[in-house]
């Protein structure tokens, strides 16, 4: 007599399945987005002003 053999996984390993795949996304984007946050940008003392002359204009009709 042969033993049965189970073709499905149990429902256990598919709901393990089913978390890992949403779970590790999302911990790779918020892992992202720390280290994004973490690099220290300098900002500007003063705004940026930049007044552009009236020669460097072109007129287009």
């Known amino acids: 007599?042969?033993?049965k053999i189970k073709t499905?996984?149990?429902d256990k390993?598919?709901?393990g399945k089913l978390l890992?795949?949403?779970i590790l996304p999302i911990l790779v984007i918020l892992g992202a987005i720390y280290l994004?946050?973490?690099i220290d940008?300098?900002?500007p003392n003063k705004p940026i002003k930049q007044e552009i002359s009236t020669d460097k204009l072109i007129n287009v009709k």
Do not use: A, G, Q, V
């Open 41 to 43: 940008m300098p900002s």
């Open 13 to 15: 390993f598919k709901i």
């Open 20 to 22: 890992i795949k949403i």
């Open 8 to 10: 499905r996984s149990d």
């Open 1 to 3: 007599m042969l033993t």
């Open 36 to 38: 994004i946050l973490k």
